[in-house]
């Protein structure tokens, strides 16, 4: 009798204790799983010393300071001295340059459909992937965001707004930008803008109890230097363009603290997997502060290319204002966060290595010495030892020649190559193990396809056309109709052998301007003078001309000509197309757009 009372009282508790265990895994921290959501923020040309928590004298940043407190910081991060190449490896955890990605145009800066990107990864494993201002990977298919695996994108286009893919006199103001290919206008400034989108994107996949991923990639601090006037009031004191990206910073800063806001505000900050960093060195801050360091953007002294990277997680343990000394790089980022969130792996090997374990605060043995290489060649072809950095925890040894000791030279001021030629021996034979890996990218070429679908237009511009070297970018270069230009070749990969027209033209469609003429002066915005307020040069073309294919072309200009129309017969596959207008004494002028339509 007493154990038939019993043994359904104790088969009741087991059953309570098991609902209770269910409901305890449902409800555990996501760590195994991955985070509920991934926010990867990284800012424009701020540098390391271009924040109140790293010693700024000058501007305050508060918010992510208060982010730097929470967080595990890597204090020993680097990247490329410039945009493009930092994206590239940041996404593929690949150094950029076998990836194709060493310059920033010329069509050095597109990133390959064969390259395996976070965005996939985190699309694959489930995560709705969102991304929102600069890309600078390539802006026509198959480089695209939304042509990998992002799926919903709000953007600028190019490297920064008002260059020359952009829509015509763009500005950081009541900005065009692309909402998964639509261009829409929008309202007020440009961060403002990215992260206002990205807050309503979070709200929402939170409501549809969807993880997400979110790139939220700023244009500012990059010039041209605009910024709202309140943010700017308290640098008065510094002239235009400085006081400007001062202003540029602290309105970022402002933004991360709405955003973060949010975070709390729907329940999830804690297992939100957030990371904040820049893509290279300050391009201005160092006329202020610059933490102690040498050079700035595109420098191969730490200046370049040392830069803040700040990562809370807290239902992973990564959290509680740690720092990690550890010599570390954007190769690294992506199969770090493979490994944090659990995603697949599978893809073109990576040249960095996860950090979770020292994220986490595990107790791992250090490497004996890893050493890393960044460098900065915008030009056409790759140049050995050309303004790179090849890092050790301890060495810098910069341009192949010059030594310096980080520990006791933090500044990289005394080069003690001659001091020590077995380091300087060391490191130069890594560099030359790592060159030699990348010969094989070095020959390869991207092409922009063209043809895959009858009427289809591709549009091109001469900021993605090999020129040389030769830099060439903004809508500031078409207005005063930039020399740099002349002699720019576009690279097509032919999808479908037929019929062909190519346009070649001095102005975007959307002005409707003639080649010999000029377009208007935009309105002023605050801060420096915009692309839009340089005066158009008119130019006497009366002639243009394309080389394609082993065909050589050309047609009269008259003044009412918008465009230079070629009807050509392609074969498939890959070719160049070269284009020029010219005057009637030969006087050569370069095409800064051009389409390409299989008719």
């Known amino acids: 009798m007493l154990s038939g009372l019993i043994r359904p009282a104790v088969l009741g508790a087991v059953w309570q204790l098991l609902i209770f265990a269910t409901l305890c895994v449902l409800h555990a921290p996501a760590a195994a799983d991955g985070p509920r959501g991934v926010v990867v923020i990284i800012t424009d040309d701020q540098g390391y010393g271009d924040l109140s928590c790293h010693g700024n004298p000058v501007l305050r940043t508060p ?39 060493w310059h920033t145009i010329g069509g050095r800066n ?60 763009n500005s950081y103001f009541d900005g065009v930008y692309l909402r998964n290919g639509d261009a829409v206008r929008t309202t007020g400034f440009c961060t403002d803008v990215w992260f206002d989108a ?74 939100t997997l957030l990371i904040f960093t820049t893509d290279n060195g300050t391009v201005l801050g160092q006329r202020v502060f610059n933490a102690g360091m040498r050079g700035n953007k595109g420098s191969p002294y730490d200046g370049g290319h040392r830069v803040p990277f700040f ?3 807290p239902e992973a343990g990564i959290d509680g204002g740690r720092d ?25 090997p990576h040249d960095g290595v996860s950090l979770a374990s ?39 040894l910069v341009d192949g020649v010059e030594l310096y000791d980080i520990r006791t030279d933090p500044g990289q001021q005394a080069d003690v190559a001659e001091s020590r030629p077995d380091v300087v021996a060391r490191l130069r034979g890594a560099y030359d193990a790592w060159w030699d890996s990348l010969a094989e990218s070095f020959a390869d070429a991207t092409y922009y396809p063209v043809g895959r679908v009858s009427g289809e237009r591709t549009e091109l511009t001469a900021h993605d056309a090999r020129n040389d070297g030769r830099f060439l970018w903004s809508q500031g270069h078409v207005r005063t109709a930039r020399p740099d230009a002349v002699g720019t070749t576009w690279r ?19 002005t409707a301007a003639p080649i010999t003429g000029t377009v208007p002066l935009g309105p002023p915005v605050p801060g420096q003078e915009p692309y839009r307020s340089i005066a158009a040069k008119p130019l006497p073309i009366t002639r243009a001309g394309i080389a394609v294919a082993g065909q050589g072309l050309s047609r009269p200009v008259s003044g009412v000509d918008t465009a230079a129309a070629f009807d050509v017969d392609l074969d498939s596959g890959p070719t160049d197309i070269r284009a020029a207008f010219f005057t009637g004494d030969g006087t050569e002028y370069g095409v800064y757009y051009l389409s390409v339509a299989r008719r």
């Open 492 to 510: 097509i990969d032919v999808r479908t052998a037929g019929h062909y027209r190519i346009e070649l033209r001095r102005w975007p469609r959307e």
């Open 311 to 313: 990562v809370r997680w």
């Open 110 to 169: 597109l990133l390959p459909p064969e390259e395996r990107t976070l965005d996939q990864r985190f699309a694959d494993a489930g995560y709705d992937t969102a991304m929102f201002g600069k890309w600078h990977l390539g802006d026509s298919y198959p480089f695209r965001p939304s042509d990998r695996g992002f799926g919903h994108v709000f953007r600028h286009t190019a490297g920064g707004i008002g260059h020359m893919p952009d829509p015509w006199d």
């Open 198 to 271: 990205a807050t309503d994107f979070v709200r929402r996949a939170v409501a549809g109890d969807k993880k997400f991923f979110v790139y939220l990639a700023t244009n500012a601090a990059h010039g041209p230097f605009h910024a709202p006037p309140e943010a700017v009031e308290p640098f008065a004191q510094y002239e235009v363009r400085l006081a400007n990206f001062y202003g540029m910073l602290a309105n970022i800063d402002e933004n991360v603290g709405r955003f973060i806001a949010c975070l709390d505000d729907l329940g999830i900050a804690d297992d």
């Open 324 to 348: 990690v000394d550890l010599l570390s790089a954007h190769i690294d980022v992506s199969p770090t966060l493979i490994e944090l969130c659990d995603l697949d792996s599978a893809g073109p």
């Open 358 to 396: 020292h994220l986490r605060g595990e107790r791992i043995d250090e490497p004996v010495e890893r050493i890393l290489i960044t460098d900065s060649q915008r030009l056409e072809t790759p140049v050995r030892f050309r303004q790179s950095a090849t890092m050790s925890s301890r060495w810098r």
């Open 63 to 101: 918010n992510l300071d208060g982010l730097h407190a929470e967080s595990v910081r890597l204090t020993d991060y680097h990247v490329a001295p410039t945009c493009s190449p930092t994206r590239a490896a940041l996404l593929t955890g690949r150094y950029p340059n076998r990836t194709g990605v």
